[in-house]
């Protein structure tokens, strides 16, 4: 069973506007898929789908088995913070709370806060010595690490992560890049929306949306 399957999706923003048409997409456990496109392609809103944040308005989205078109709001909220493991390009750490408490955080709304495990999370995306950091003591490298290890703590079962080095000089995209290279390869599977080449190079797999429309895909040699 795929992970994930958008059959014949659409989108109308005010019961009108079309942001999405047609859309077809399937994703395997232990993919890692580049989404691209233009500003205004309606990569975001295929993002915000697949992420539980919206709910599509024709078609239909199935992740880890449900049906996404027969649940609730609420729900779908719940769904979002078991199963997806969210980076964004604006990193949202609590900026009062240190690197591991910002974990605990996260684990609040799933779990038990647990800061042994919090601090396995940083150690292991090479962060151990900055646990007690607050954000503003961190590097934007560090920060999008401390996300990323955010976004692991809770096992999700689908990273879906946004832009997550449009805030970054090239040496810390390097390094947030490798570390999206070493959990795919531990079997993570993976999901970048991007307007950066080098990032979608990366992926196993990229698909290009052009006006609501899925244009292309095309998949690593």
Request: hydrophobic share 40%; net charge negative; proline share 3%.
């Amino acid at each position: 069973m795929s992970l994930l399957q958008l059959n014949d999706v659409g989108m109308l923003y005010g019961g009108r506007v079309p942001a999405l048409e047609h859309v077809h997409l399937t994703v395997e456990k232990g993919d890692w898929l580049a989404i691209m496109g233009p500003s205004g392609s309606g990569k975001t809103t295929l993002m915000n789908i697949i992420g539980c944040m919206d709910k599509h308005t024709s078609g239909e989205v199935i992740l880890d088995g449900i049906s996404l078109n027969e649940v609730s709001k609420k729900e779908l909220t719940q769904i979002r913070r078991d199963k997806i493991g969210m980076v964004f390009q604006q990193f949202h750490l609590i900026p009062y709370l240190t690197a591991v408490e910002n974990l605990m955080v996260a684990q609040y709304y799933h779990s038990i806060p647990d800061r042994a495990e919090a601090l396995e999370a940083l150690a292991r995306v090479g962060l151990s010595d900055r646990a007690d950091h607050l954000p503003r003591e961190l590097s934007g490298g560090e920060q999008q690490r401390v996300c990323i290890a955010r976004a692991l703590i809770n096992y999700p079962v689908l990273i879906l992560a946004d832009e997550p080095t449009g805030n970054l000089d090239e040496k810390n995209e390097q390094l947030v890049m490798d570390l999206f290279r070493e959990l795919n390869a531990e079997g993570h599977t993976i999901i970048t929306v991007t307007h950066s080449t080098k990032v979608g190079e990366a992926a196993k797999k990229i698909v290009i949306i052009d006006h609501g429309h899925m244009k292309e895909a095309s998949a690593e040699e």
